[in-house]
């Protein structure tokens, strides 16, 4: 029998006040830090403090604005796709599952700010406003996911288990591997993630979550 800390019970009330209580604390916990940021992010490169990202596609399949710090130059993403100094570039970012380990766009800040996880604290007001949960599947650009599902056909049924759900800030896959997991395998954990969810299993996850940050295990 399923409890409020399991499955649907769960993920429809107990989850959702976790996630309000811990991104309260944590906002304030990391408050420090996020001044810091947006003042070296300032210092180190022309451009706003947040990113000027595309749209992300969450829940049931329905978009919406995720906030992250800048780590890259300004318009990075609408220069990886019109410019024809990144043709190459954007190539080999979409044949990298939409990973680049080497990315030219990437700041001195940035490259930092990637490694530990830090350009993803300003997601927890994503999780205040509904839009995102602190544990949860990647969210993936609407671009992404339609060229990865025409990439790999067999995983679209697992793509509509992953999306009815809503991402996370953190999930199964950045602490299995993160940026090194290609898209058919990051499907397969975060459905698994999906099919079994429970917050011992989020418990589990966040306690895994700070090594990841400062080791700076498969980040690009």
């Known amino acids: 029998m399923k409890t409020l800390f399991e499955g649907e019970s769960y993920q429809r009330l107990t989850k959702r006040v976790f996630d ?10 990391f408050a420090p830090i996020s001044m810091i940021t947006a003042i070296l992010i300032k210092l180190d490169s022309p451009g706003p403090v947040l990113a000027d990202v595309p749209e992300r596609v969450g829940q049931d399949g329905k978009k919406f604005k995720m906030y992250k710090f800048r780590s890259m130059i300004a318009n990075a993403h609408f220069l990886l796709r019109t410019d024809p100094k990144y043709k190459t570039l954007f190539v080999k970012y979409k044949r990298g599952s939409y990973k680049l380990k080497e990315d030219p766009r990437v700041t001195r800040v940035g490259k930092f700010i990637r490694k530990h996880s830090i350009d993803e604290i300003p997601q927890f ?23 990865q599902l025409k990439k790999y ?34 499907i397969e954990i975060d459905a698994s993630y999906v099919d079994n969810i429970s917050l011992w299993n989020d418990l589990k996850i966040i306690l895994k979550t700070p090594f990841v940050m400062i080791s700076g295990r498969g980040a690009v």
């Open 125 to 147: 007001i994503n999780v205040l406003k509904g839009e995102m949960s602190i544990v949860g599947p990647r969210a993936y650009y609407p671009d992404e996911l339609r060229d």
């Open 20 to 29: 309000i209580v811990l991104s309260l604390i944590l906002l304030v916990f």
């Open 153 to 186: 056909p067999q995983t679209r049924k697992l793509v509509k288990k992953v999306l009815s759900v809503k991402p996370g800030i953190t999930g199964l896959w950045q602490v299995s591997g993160r940026s090194e997991v290609n898209f058919d395998k990051r």
